[in-house]
């Protein structure tokens, strides 16, 4: 009836402009917050006569009374307004929120409406990324995405960040999402030492991951896609899940420049608490040549430094941002180019980065579409060691009653508290400035589409991209180093050269059969990955303080290179069934082939199937008032995945530096029966909107079953082999993603937005691969006995370690000559890294110009391996250690012979831990220094911006808009923890598995920033 | 549309057969995947030395080759330790280091008729088997190597033994194949140690038999001619000596031993080693190759550590051991060290000198007692020249004269009569001192340590002293084996090995066959 009324008054009004007389109107278009719109299309309803605000957002268009002006925008709701008899008519646009209209943009650049889609989906806007300032933008996305885990190597200038959704499912692989800019897939790898000459475990340096080197500011938006069908579109790449960036454009209009910049400062204000109470020496008494503290107590009267404290420094960053964009219907470009400058917080780190881009969009007639964009970075990273005998943890092992800024001998040497230890761990002022260590990146990204529209009911996409890059890493130890002694200078230096190629083109049929509305894609993508590195290496250097391999002894020099090659060709068909803008079934099917697997397992096809059924657009829900959406939506799909690392269809002989040479089988043994896994992937979920969308909330539950991954794992050597590639094991994850949305306030001067994100993860191993009785990731035995390690039955988070040996009853054994617990030499199962629950809230006040937003992020639940504060107690300076004075007897059981019999001695040695330093040297148990339940809430970001009035501004004639800003990021945090930082890694980001979370050990904790800028718009 | 279905259908089938040269591309572009043999063979003699040195750090505590400078080590009290690779690399070499890579210079001699090559794959295979066998007792033999399996039984080490015999035989027969395409200068591509020279192969593969039969000495089977048959079919001199050369010029191609590895920095000579060179044990007489072979205290004396006792002066610099590189307790540096603890000395395998020890004491046996001194003044010589061979540049070698004084002494019987198995086996622990590890133990084993074999002969019993105590585990046993590698048995291979007992606290004193009657 509604729209009945709607037609008849349109056509009335058709009639009326058909004879009314043309006039001209002016008017300004605004945005809520009062400031101008450039390059809104003002167009008349109903004929192709248009024109588009200027740059002060004024227009003037010549129409007649009656007629409809349409006032369009990307990203605020269209605004119709009727011209009537005043000649002025401004109008007021408002940000599209409105779910029903939002759209999402799913794989190859498709965009869906999102109430058509079946699966779980998120969209953050760019604005809200850049405005975190941060220069790892996935740094910015935990706790605004639900259900992603994001775990940053170090609080260092261009540390790395592992990113993974829902939970790992890769046993020993990567477990990170796939990246993709404007429909094609981009590197985020982080370089793995297992290129260098070395060949290193990824723990005592990091590395950047490249998705970093994405300008935040030239992101539109960022869409997580997590789903099984999300996947199935990506193939085998986005079986972890999808980054899918759409990045800015230009709006055609007047040309628009803006200008952006912001400096920051930051520190770091959490570290490992040391005691100050007892000084250097073993059983009590003194001894100044040591870093071990069991000795006296320190004078009264001694002077105490703070060298942790006065060895961080404040960090300082500038960025600078510009960009130009204007053009036309037909042609428009947008152009940027941003400065970042960091140093961070450790002396001698920090970080660089150029970053140019072009993006262009023509039109060709009706039909053709053109857009491309190039994008060169150009970045470098000064970075210090981590983990074990870094800068970091040398900081906590310097005597307090020395000064650690002393770094040099009198003679210009390196100074050791014993001068005779070459061994010792180097001064860190030392370190940092004798042990350079840097990357520098150079990459080139090259996007190009087009497409064409021959019929509306027919199209066709091409796409072709490009990410090239080359680092150079540079490391060195310098011959009077801890590192560098035995070899006389080490210097290891790598270039990697990477080059991702590929190509999609998919045929859109789309037509409307009454109230069927199917949509037909075909799909064809080809991918082309390599990353080339060659590594060196040399020892023994001619001249002390010289940094080139030049300088190494000729007989040292080695080299490595490692050529890793993959390619993927894919078919994809799709089909969108809607049925009267309610009912939406999704049904794909993909068939990958991929050189990674044997020839005869090269082709494996997976379906998926999506259902979406927004029932508030039926009676009774349709006339809801309460109820503004209401939708349902289930999806199933298996994911396939080939081998991630090529040739390993069979062994490979790899070089051998003894004497000879020659080449001989390397550790992993090849298969040549390897076929692709696969996940099968259900998801449930409900997306439910109140009041004028003003309330909302999103349900996902899902489940997710990889069966027969192909994974490394290590068997018996009788396989002629340390580690062999097999298919085999069964991983489960399920979880639950929940987000609520609120806007509790809206009046014309103030807004408040609430949205918070709960998620859920629990991953477990049902089979394990090969039935092992266990599985083990070397790379993260970093510290100690703890070792992720799997069982089956236990979590894919879980960690393992060494404990005390108990008797049959459980209860603890003591050595009887010593008095002390004795370890365990097995691993047992002891801790699950997994949270209980993460939580995001942000906050968000708008009064009149003025914006206050913030984000806490908060997990409850999920242990931490504490492994600084297990180090600092090994050495006497935990604050667990300063009741080392009281004699005590442990409750147990002496180990005589009699420990399993129904008459077990009780232990009474009385052991005074001042005087047996074993007590904390040799006889602790790594389960005590694994933390259960960490729980945090930490104040990712606070932002407190200010639009100047526009009446202030239309007085400089060129400012159209301006905006100052102060945003925090990592302000506080609070935890149970009682280490520096839960979130920092023991490896990188570059590591298998779950990684380093949950593993705290030589990493450097978040700094606290505060950022001061501006920003301009002419 | 129906045309254009099909258009489209061809296009997806002609895609997809162009596809198959494009993904053809899985085989790596900086490593061969498939190698030619002599290619493989060079870094397998790296992995043979590569195995016994790194375990040698333990197994010369249990055969008093060497100890620490600090008391009660476990490893002299002939104890272990559990759930670590310590003393697992001569496990991890044999099935990995060494492992398939014969297989592949057999299947790529095979395939280019080079067939001294598959001989010297399946020399250098027997030889690991039976280093295998010695040291760990039961191991992976049938199943070994499997594709297709996970887990992995065990075998006795009698069937090791023989297959050591098949391997050797095997190795000799190829060895002295005529025909085919290979060549000793096609061999001496990759062999580093013999240069192609398959007569010397043959007579190592004969050495191998010598050794594998005379560990047997304990059996009623034992037969003392077949061994001395093919003693006298082994090596003939030293320039037979099986020795894997070392660069010495970097960490990664120096000898393990070295100082540049720096991995001996707290070891000191055994007091058993001092006391048979000094005098102590052959009736006053001073061995001229003490001085180039152990190192002196800072006060000129030779002195050695015993048995978990450490070093009681390690504190007083004037008369503590120094380190086998015998510049004091530190490491001196790159290029220095002496006698085989250089960087680019070489690993003996086999030497000329422990055939004819064996040799003299399978004569001894046979009670050919003027034979068997024939062969131990050559077993004596020899070694004295291998010594030689050894000294570094600010030592002086072993002059004529000093040698033959040695040579004239009372540590040299005049007649056969004189001659003592004692003799015999303490002369071969001095010349297989420090490389020769497995078998010095073997030998130990034998002869029961101090406690005589089943003939009643107890050559160790003056010189060779059991701990006190014995470690924990033992029962107040002796170690008679090592347990296989813990990252390779006990984690992923456990239900096997509990089956021969590796589950068991006192598994590594339980005797192996060899030993036994």
Redesign the interface.
């Given at each position: 009836m509604k729209k009945t009324l709607l037609m008849l008054l349109g056509i009335f009004l058709f009639v009326v402009s058909a004879v009314a007389q043309e006039k001209t109107v002016t008017g300004k278009v605004t945005d809520n917050d009062n400031i101008s719109l450039p390059g809104v299309s003002v167009k008349i309803k109903g004929t192709t006569s248009g024109v588009s605000t200027g740059i002060d957002g004024n227009y003037s268009i010549r129409a007649s009374a009656g007629q409809i002006l349409v006032f369009s925008f990307i990203g605020m709701v269209n605004k119709e307004q009727t011209v009537g008899s005043a000649n002025v008519i401004n109008v007021t646009l408002n940000s599209d929120t409105k779910s029903l209209n939002e759209v999402v943009v799913t794989a190859f650049g498709i965009t869906r409406e999102k109430k058509a889609i079946g699966y779980a989906t998120q969209t953050i806007q760019g604005a809200e990324i850049a405005q975190t300032q941060r220069e790892n933008f996935i740094n910015s996305l935990q706790g605004r995405v639900a259900g992603a885990t994001i775990t940053p190597s170090t609080g260092q200038p261009g540390a790395s960040s592992q990113i993974i959704l829902r939970g790992p499912v890769s046993l020993d692989g990567d477990n990170q999402p796939l990246f993709v800019v404007d429909g094609l897939p981009i590197s985020n790898r982080t370089f793995s030492q297992g290129a260098l000459v070395s060949d290193r475990p990824n723990r005592d340096n990091d590395y950047s991951n490249r998705a970093m080197d994405i300008n935040p500011e030239d992101i539109e938006s960022v869409t997580i896609l997590k789903g099984p069908e999300a996947a199935a579109l990506y193939g085998t790449d986005g079986s972890s899940g999808a980054i899918v960036i759409t990045t800015k454009r230009a709006a055609s209009g007047k040309g628009l420049a803006t200008y952006s910049n912001s400096f920051r400062v930051e520190s770091v204000y959490r570290f490992p608490e040391i005691q100050q109470v007892y000084g250097p020496g073993f059983f009590g008494v003194d001894d100044p040549e040591t870093r071990s503290f069991f000795g006296p107590k320190f004078a009264a009267q001694a002077p105490l430094y703070d060298n942790i404290d006065n060895f961080f420094e404040t960090g300082f960053t500038q960025k600078h941002n510009l960009t130009f964009e204007g053009g036309t219907q037909a042609l428009s470009v947008r152009a940027s180019g941003a400065i970042d400058d960091q140093t961070g917080v450790m002396p001698g780190t920090g970080f660089q980065r150029l970053n140019f881009r072009v993006s262009g969009s023509s039109k060709i007639g009706s039909k053709i579409n053109i857009t491309s964009s190039l994008n060169l970075i150009n970045s470098r990273i000064d970075k210090t060691y981590k983990g074990a005998g870094s800068p970091m943890q040398s900081t906590l092992t310097w005597p307090s009653n020395d000064d650690m800024s002393v770094y040099l001998t009198p003679d210009g040497n390196r100074r050791k508290i014993d001068p005779t230890n070459a061994l010792e761990i180097d001064n860190p002022y030392w370190g940092v400035e004798k042990n350079p260590n840097n990357d520098k990146t150079n990459r080139f990204l090259g996007n190009f589409s087009i497409s064409y529209d021959p019929f509306p009911w027919l199209g066709f996409v091409a796409r072709m991209g490009s990410d090239i890059y080359s680092t150079i890493g540079n490391s060195l130890f310098h011959p009077q180093s801890r590192f560098g002694t035995a070899s006389r200078g080490l210097i290891e230096n790598f270039t990697e050269n990477s080059q991702l190629l590929n190509g999609t083109f998919i045929t859109t049929l789309k037509k409307d059969y009454g109230k069927f509305s199917p949509v037909f894609r075909l799909g064809y993508s080809i991918d082309d990955s390599r990353y080339e590195t060659n590594a060196t290496r040399g020892e023994k250097f001619y001249k002390e303080d010289f940094n080139s391999l030049n300088n190494t002894d000729p007989t040292t020099q080695r080299f490595k290179n490692s050529n890793p090659l993959k390619r993927r060709v894919g078919w994809f068909a799709n089909a969108e069934l809607g049925y009267d803008r309610f009912l939406y079934l999704t049904l794909t099917g993909r068939m990958d082939g991929s050189s990674t697997l044997p020839a005869e397992n090269r082709y494996f096809f997976y379906p998926a199937s999506s259902l979406s059924f927004v029932f508030s657009e039926l009676k009774p829900f349709a006339d809801s008032k309460v109820l503004s959406l209401g939708k349902f939506r289930a999806s199933w799909g298996l994911t396939g995945k080939d081998a991630r690392t090529p040739y390993i269809t069979s062994s490979t002989l790899v070089p051998q530096g003894t004497t000879g040479g020659g080449f001989a089988l390397g550790f992993f043994g090849g298969n040549a029966a390897l076929e692709a896994e696969f996940t099968e992937a259900v998801e449930v979920g409900t997306e439910l909107n109140f009041f004028k969308d003003r309330v909302g909330l999103d349900f996902t539950f899902y489940q997710s079953t990889s069966d027969k991954q192909i994974t490394a794992p290590r068997l018996s050597y009788g396989t002629g082999f340390v580690l062999k590639y097999i298919n085999g094991g069964v991983v489960r994850n399920r979880g639950f993603e929940l987000q609520l949305k609120g806007t509790p306030v809206q009046t014309k001067d103030f807004a408040w937005d609430i949205v918070s994100n709960f998620s859920r993860n629990r991953g477990k191993i049902l089979e394990m691969p090969a039935e092992l009785p266990t599985f083990y990731l070397s790379d993260t035995w970093l510290y100690a006995g703890v070792r992720a390690q799997y069982t089956k039955g236990s979590s894919i988070t879980s960690l393992g370690a060494n404990s005390f040996l108990k008797n049959n009853q459980g209860q603890l054994l003591i050595n009887p000559s010593t008095g002390l617990p004795i370890r365990d030499g097995n691993y047992t199962q002891i801790a699950d890294r997994a949270p209980d629950i993460n939580v995001g809230l942000s906050n968000s006040f708008t009064y009149k110009n003025l914006n206050l937003s913030f984000l806490l992020d908060m997990r409850k639940g999920g242990d931490i391996f504490n492994g600084n504060e297990l180090y600092l107690y090994v050495n006497g300076l935990s604050r667990l250690t300063l009741d080392r004075e009281t004699p005590r007897v442990l409750t147990g059981i002496l180990r005589d012979g009699l420990e399993n019999t129904s008459t077990p001695t009780q232990n009474n040695i009385i052991v005074t831990p001042y005087l047996q330093n074993a007590y904390y040297t040799s006889s602790y148990s790594e389960e005590d220094f694994i933390e259960k339940d960490v729980n945090w809430v930490r104040l990712k970001d606070i932002t407190l911006s200010y639009n100047l009035p526009t009446q202030l501004l239309s007085r400089t004639k060129f400012i159209s808009r301006a905006n100052v800003f102060v945003t925090g990021t990592d302000v506080f945090l609070f935890t149970n923890y009682k280490g520096a930082d839960p979130t920092v890694s023991g490896l990188n980001a570059s590591a298998g598995g779950f990684g380093g979370s949950g593993i705290d050990y030589g990493s450097l904790a978040l700094p606290r920033g505060i950022n001061l800028g501006l920003k301009l718009g002419f | 549309m129906k045309t254009k279905l099909s258009v489209?259908l061809i296009g997806?089938i002609i895609?997809?057969t162009g596809?198959?040269k494009?993904?053809?591309?899985?085989?790596?572009?900086?490593?061969?995947?498939?190698?030619e043999a002599q290619?493989?063979?060079?870094?397998?003699?790296?992995?043979m030395e590569r195995g016994v040195q790194f375990d040698a750090r333990y197994l010369g505590r249990y055969i008093q080759n060497w100890g620490l400078s600090t008391a009660n080590d476990r490893w002299e009290q002939h104890g272990w330790l559990?759930?670590?690779d310590a003393q697992g690399e001569i496990?991890?070499s044999h099935?990995?280091?060494i492992?398939?890579?014969i297989d592949?210079i057999i299947e790529d001699a095979n395939k280019t008729e080079q067939f001294n090559y598959a001989g010297v794959a399946k020399a250098i295979r027997a030889w690991s088997w039976q280093t295998t066998t010695d040291y760990h007792g039961e191991a992976?033999l049938k199943?070994?190597?499997?594709?297709t399996?996970?887990?992995?039984d065990y075998d006795t080490q009698p069937e090791i033994y023989a297959e050591v015999v098949r391997l050797a035989n095997e190795a000799i027969a190829d060895l002295g194949k005529t025909g085919g395409k290979g060549s000793p200068s096609k061999l001496a591509v990759?062999d580093?140690v013999y240069k192609g020279d398959a007569t010397k192969w043959i007579k190592f593969s004969y050495g191998l038999l010598a050794r594998n039969l005379h560990n047997l000495s304990n059996k009623s089977s034992y037969n003392p001619d077949k061994v001395i048959e093919f003693a006298d079919k082994a090596l003939q001199s030293n320039a037979d000596n099986f020795i894997?050369?070392?660069?010495g010029?970097?960490?990664?191609?120096g000898n393990f031993f070295g100082p540049i590895r720096?991995n001996l920095a707290g070891y000191r000579q055994s007091s058993i080693i001092v006391e048979l060179m000094d005098g102590t044990v052959f009736s006053g007489v001073k061995d001229p190759r003490m001085t180039r072979m152990l190192a002196a205290s800072a006060d000129g004396i030779f002195r050695g550590v015993g048995p978990a006792k450490g070093d009681p002066n390690r504190l007083n610099a004037t008369t503590r051991i120094p380190n086998v590189w015998g510049e004091g307790i530190v490491n001196p540096g790159p290029g220095k060290g002496k006698y085989i603890f250089r960087d680019n000395a070489g690993f003996p395998i086999m030497t000329y000198s422990e055939i004819q020890f064996i040799k003299a004491e399978a004569l001894f046996r046979k009670g050919d007692k003027n034979g068997a001194l024939t062969a131990y003044k050559n077993g004596v010589s020899a070694h004295i020249d291998f010594v030689n061979s050894n000294v570094t540049s600010g030592i002086t070698p072993i002059s004529v004269g000093e040698k033959a004084a040695y040579m004239a002494s009372a540590a040299i019987p005049a007649t056969g009569a004189a001659l003592t198995l004692d003799m015999i086996m303490h002369q071969k622990f001095i010349a297989l001192w420090a490389h020769a590890f497995v078998e010095t133990w073997s030998d130990l084993r034998r002869f029961n340590y101090n406690q005589g074999d089943v003939k009643g002969n107890n050559p160790y019993l003056s010189i060779f002293e059991f701990p006190t105590p014995f470690w924990v585990d033992n029962n107040g046993k002796p170690i008679q084996r090592v347990r296989p590698?813990f990252?390779?048995?006990y984690?992923?291979?456990?239900e096997a090995l509990s089956k021969i007992g590796g589950d068991k606290s006192d598994f590594h004193t339980v005797k192996l066959w060899f030993s036994q009657p």
């Open positions: - | 489209l997806i895609s997809l596809c198959e494009y993904l053809d591309i899985n085989t790596d572009p900086s490593n061969p995947q498939v190698g290619i493989i063979l060079p870094p397998i003699f790296s992995q559990a759930n670590s496990w991890r099935y990995y280091g492992g398939k890579n592949l992976i199943q070994a190597f499997d594709d399996r996970y887990v992995f990759g580093i894997i050369p070392n660069g010029l970097n960490t990664t191609d720096d590698r990252n390779s048995e984690v992923w291979n456990m």
